[in-house]
């Protein structure tokens, strides 16, 4: 692997997949909160799906962690382009133990 070929392509360090969740969020006009507690609007698990689906690279070898290219993550986030290469899912739907059983 070329490390000077590597870094000539992606002039910026990485960046965790904890910000890039952030910088899509506020891409998308929905940025997360600052405040301790409050629920984050995009998460580093949404990234770690991005990955998965082609639209981010994977810069890291670390399993529990993602690095990613910081201007490649938010050029596609806007709420225009979410239902592209967001196709819905199914939810799953609770299911009740049998009577007697809980």
């Known amino acids: 692997m070329d490390t ?3 870094r000539a392509a992606i002039p910026h360090e990485p960046i965790a997949g904890s910000v890039a969740a952030d910088r899509i969020a506020v891409a ?3 940025p997360n909160p600052t405040a301790y ?6 998460t580093a698990f949404v990234v770690r799906r991005l990955i998965a689906r082609g639209l981010l690279t994977e810069l890291s070898g670390n399993p529990d962690g993602s690095l990613v290219n ?3 993550s938010t050029p596609w986030a806007s709420a225009r382009t979410w239902p592209i290469w967001s196709p819905p899912t199914r939810r799953s739907v609770p299911t009740r133990p049998p009577n007697g059983s809980g």
């Open 4 to 6: 000077d070929a590597i």
């Open 28 to 30: 998308l006009g929905t």
């Open 37 to 42: 507690g409050q629920r984050a609007n995009v």
């Open 70 to 72: 910081p201007t490649r």
